[in-house]
């Protein structure tokens, strides 16, 4: 790879050797804006500029390599008809390829002598034709036998003029391995930059979890809260002894008072270990996975008056343990808020635009205001009274995680007496 300091050693050391050689500042003027970090485009510029310079019938193209989709993607171009170039913009790696990707795939160079004949050129043919062009010469960019990239160079000669420009293509070779190692280590930093920026993210994230009280309630307050419960439950059985109804009454509130604190500090702590498993990502069912879920819920909160609809034959890529947790908060939340309607109906499914698949849950309960839609996923955030609709406040702020786990988002669209429509993505 050329770092800054070994070009900066390459132009130093070509401009001693050169004085006013053609083809020594053709060298420097690549290796200075390599080391300026001039934008690809524009090193590949000077480096076709040099070329076409001492052969002014060369075209030649510079690839880049993405190892994530394993394409050959255009840099850059000198003098090609707008048609051919949009033509030249991606293309695999392969035996079966364009000359470069043939060459990439092969780790060696390809020559085709006749690109009106030759079998690698067929699909494009009648747009050389058309660009004036004969013959080309495919040159793989390679370090520690990692492809990097391809150089092309199309001639409007057949042969490739006869190998005249022989010389200057080993040195356009050499000059497009520097750019092109440059531009995979300002990627690899680019990359190490968002890894970061995401962590970042996520531990911020970790920090407000830790600021809402998890550890206090997990250690602090949990212990206590079981003496509490079981000094209830003994109390209760003295209250059935001595027939004092009112007393078992009043202790049977505190009881359900003590589990709903139980049962938030349980919460709390699922929402940070969450933040902090490995996703084990797996193509799921969507639709078997939400009606089976489905059935529990009902069952569960004896719903048997609300009908479930789930919409047929979706699948997902997703971890399926977060999945099933997902569609259990977004099923038990819609089943809750729907008890009211005098026909309760849940409706579970999923929206297609492009490569863009959207998954809701629907209600027909007593929706809420469309400016509260994002406070809601916030920990303990309500719209409605907890005495109307019981809950934690964060089931949610636990499908918000769990969504941005996944590289998706979670929202919620609603108005006062139309019901609601929670969605997710994942990536």
Same mark, same amino acid.
């Given at each position: %790879?050329?770092?800054?300091?070994?070009?900066?050693?390459?132009?130093a050391k070509a401009a001693v050797m050169t004085g006013d050689n053609a083809v020594e500042n053709w060298k420097i003027s690549v290796l200075e804006s390599i080391v300026e970090r001039e934008p690809?485009?524009?090193?590949?510029?000077?480096?076709?500029?040099?070329?076409?310079?001492?052969?002014?019938?060369?075209?030649?193209?510079?690839?880049?390599?993405?190892?994530?989709?394993?394409?050959?993607?255009?840099?850059?171009?000198?003098?090609?008809?707008?048609?051919?170039?949009?033509?030249? *913009?991606?293309?695999?790696?392969?035996?079966?390829?364009?000359?470069?990707?043939?060459?990439?795939?092969?780790?060696?160079?390809?020559?085709?002598?006749?690109?009106?004949?030759?079998?690698?050129?067929? /699909?494009?043919?009648?747009?050389?034709?058309?660009?004036?062009?004969?013959?080309?010469?495919?040159?793989?960019?390679?370090?520690?036998?990692?492809?990097?990239?391809?150089?092309?160079?199309?001639?409007?000669?057949?042969?490739?003029?006869?190998?005249?420009?022989?010389?200057?293509? *080993?040195?356009?070779?050499?000059?497009?391995?520097?750019?092109?190692?440059?531009?995979?280590?300002? *990627?690899?930093?680019?990359?190490?930059?968002?890894?970061?920026?995401?962590?970042?993210?996520?531990?911020?994230?970790?920090?407000?979890?830790?600021?809402?009280?998890?550890?206090?309630?997990?250690?602090?307050?949990?212990?206590?809260?079981?003496?509490?419960?079981?000094?209830?439950?003994?109390?209760?059985? %003295?209250?059935?002894? %001595?027939?004092?109804?009112?007393?078992?009454?009043?202790?049977?509130? %505190?009881?359900?008072?003590?589990?709903?604190?139980?049962?938030?500090?349980?919460?709390?702590?699922?929402?940070?270990?969450?933040?902090?498993?490995?996703?084990?990502?797996?193509?799921?069912?969507?639709s078997a996975v939400a009606t089976r879920v489905g059935k529990l819920v009902v069952d569960r909160m004896h719903r048997n008056d609300t009908r479930v609809l789930v919409q047929p034959d979706i699948?997902?890529?997703?971890?399926p343990r977060l999945l099933e947790l997902i569609l259990e908060s977004l099923i038990s939340n819609a089943v809750r808020f729907s008890l009211k309607a005098s026909d309760p109906q849940v409706e579970?499914?999923?929206?297609?635009?492009?490569?863009?698949?959207?998954?809701?849950?629907?209600?027909?309960?007593?929706?809420?205001?469309?400016?509260?839609?994002?406070?809601?996923?916030?920990?303990?955030?309500?719209?409605?009274?907890?005495?109307?609709?019981?809950?934690?406040?964060?089931?949610?702020?636990?499908?918000?995680?769990?969504?941005?786990?996944?590289?998706?988002? /979670?929202?919620?669209?609603?108005?006062?007496?139309?019901?609601?429509?929670?969605?997710?993505?994942? /990536?």
């Amino acid at each position: %790879m050329l770092t800054n300091q070994v070009a900066g050693q390459a132009v130093a050391k070509a401009a001693v050797m050169t004085g006013d050689n053609a083809v020594e500042n053709w060298k420097i003027s690549v290796l200075e804006s390599i080391v300026e970090r001039e934008p690809i485009a524009d090193q590949a510029a000077k480096l076709f500029k040099g070329l076409k310079a001492a052969h002014p019938t060369l075209h030649p193209v510079l690839y880049t390599f993405d190892p994530t989709d394993k394409f050959l993607h255009l840099a850059a171009a000198s003098d090609l008809t707008a048609d051919l170039a949009e033509a030249i *913009q991606k293309h695999a790696i392969g035996p079966k390829s364009m000359p470069s990707g043939v060459a990439a795939s092969r780790r060696e160079k390809v020559e085709v002598q006749d690109l009106s004949i030759n079998p690698l050129t067929t /699909a494009h043919r009648a747009l050389f034709e058309a660009a004036g062009l004969r013959s080309a010469i495919s040159i793989p960019i390679m370090e520690s036998n990692e492809v990097l990239g391809a150089l092309e160079i199309y001639f409007e000669e057949l042969n490739l003029g006869g190998g005249a420009a022989n010389s200057e293509i *080993q040195q356009a070779r050499e000059l497009a391995a520097h750019i092109l190692s440059h531009h995979q280590y300002l *990627q690899g930093l680019k990359a190490l930059e968002r890894t970061v920026r995401d962590q970042e993210t996520e531990i911020r994230g970790l920090h407000v979890e830790i600021d809402a009280g998890k550890n206090s309630l997990a250690h602090d307050v949990r212990a206590p809260l079981k003496v509490l419960l079981n000094q209830i439950g003994q109390m209760q059985e %003295m209250a059935v002894l %001595m027939n004092d109804h009112n007393a078992h009454d009043g202790l049977d509130k %505190m009881r359900i008072t003590a589990l709903r604190m139980d049962h938030l500090i349980n919460d709390l702590i699922n929402i940070a270990n969450l933040s902090r498993e490995d996703l084990i990502l797996e193509d799921c069912d969507f639709s078997a996975v939400a009606t089976r879920v489905g059935k529990l819920v009902v069952d569960r909160m004896h719903r048997n008056d609300t009908r479930v609809l789930v919409q047929p034959d979706i699948k997902i890529h997703a971890d399926p343990r977060l999945l099933e947790l997902i569609l259990e908060s977004l099923i038990s939340n819609a089943v809750r808020f729907s008890l009211k309607a005098s026909d309760p109906q849940v409706e579970i499914g999923a929206n297609v635009t492009g490569e863009k698949v959207t998954y809701f849950v629907r209600d027909n309960g007593p929706g809420f205001h469309p400016h509260q839609a994002t406070r809601i996923f916030e920990p303990f955030e309500r719209v409605h009274a907890e005495r109307e609709y019981p809950g934690s406040g964060l089931a949610l702020a636990t499908i918000k995680r769990l969504a941005e786990r996944h590289g998706g988002r /979670a929202w919620a669209m609603s108005a006062i007496g139309k019901g609601s429509t929670f969605a997710f993505t994942v /990536a």
